[in-house]
């Protein structure tokens, strides 16, 4: 087990620390572009009809009163490059196992290995856990260096940026518990990464689309970006219990299947 952990290791440093440094970039940026930029666009632009509807669309929050420092602070870690980054370390990782394998030619050594298919599993499962905290500390690094530039009173409170960070990290174990279901049952690394990409993509236009269009308002609850309320966070500085808990069943159940699937499905390379 030690030895699968190591390798597990080995093969994904590289990719974890790449993915970690463009967060902690994009973090950085972003908080030296979007206070300028709101200075510059002006309060009342935001303030129209359509531009505030597509804000709060991005947002998942109806902007009400004074909103420009939760917006600034908020877009921060709802931003589509941001989230891209996170569920491409889930999608890349979790595709690894057994797809991966499978696609290499590399499955029969595994196989060949003097442990369970489950152990293999959970090995790659606590790298992956591991790694995923690893992404967001990186990036959180990029944010409070960013934040130590803005005037005191524009600064959100640590304790509630900690909050949004660990909705963010359930919202990756939901992405990367599908992503494991997805590489379960498929023999082709690309095809696992498809179906993930494409059911994340729906989840995040589904989320978005259900802020203009009532039938997506009523399929809204199916988004795993409906349990991510980064803006409510920011705002209420309020623990999201019940949005923790979808998430992390969510993502416990798909993970757990998708574990019983590769223990018992037929695996080789042939």
Request: glycine fraction near 8%; charged fraction near 15%.
């Amino acid at each position: 087990m030690r030895g699968l952990l190591g390798k597990t290791v080995r093969e994904t440093w590289a990719v974890t620390l790449f993915l970690g440094i463009l967060l902690l970039l994009v973090e950085r940026l972003m908080s030296l572009v979007l206070p300028q930029l709101m200075e510059d666009v002006g309060l009342q632009f935001i303030q129209l009809p359509l531009m505030k509807k597509f804000v709060s669309a991005l947002m998942g929050i109806d902007l009400e009163g004074d909103f420009i420092d939760i917006m600034i602070a908020s877009l921060q870690w709802v931003h589509p490059v941001v989230l891209s980054l996170v569920w491409a370390h889930a999608i890349i990782f979790c595709t690894r196992w057994p797809t991966g394998e499978i696609d290499r030619g590399t499955i029969d050594v595994f196989l060949g290995l003097p442990i369970s298919r489950r152990k293999i599993f959970l090995g790659e499962s606590i790298i992956w856990l591991i790694s995923g905290a690893v992404i967001l500390l990186i990036g959180s690094i990029g944010y409070f260096l960013g934040v130590g530039d803005l005037a005191p009173e524009q600064r959100p409170e640590i304790s509630r940026i900690f909050i949004v960070l660990i909705n963010l990290y359930c919202m990756y174990l939901a992405v990367g518990g599908m992503v494991y279901f997805c590489s379960s049952w498929s023999n082709r690394r690309g095809r696992a990464t498809l179906w993930s990409f494409t059911l994340v993509l729906g989840s995040f236009l589904l989320n978005f689309l259900a802020q203009f269009w009532t039938p997506a308002e009523r399929l809204e609850f199916l988004s795993v970006m409906h349990y991510y309320q980064a803006a409510t966070i920011l705002r209420d500085g309020v623990i999201p219990w019940g949005d923790l808990a979808v998430l992390l069943t969510f993502g416990f159940i798909t993970w757990g299947v998708a574990g019983e699937i590769s223990a018992r499905r037929s695996l080789c390379t042939t």
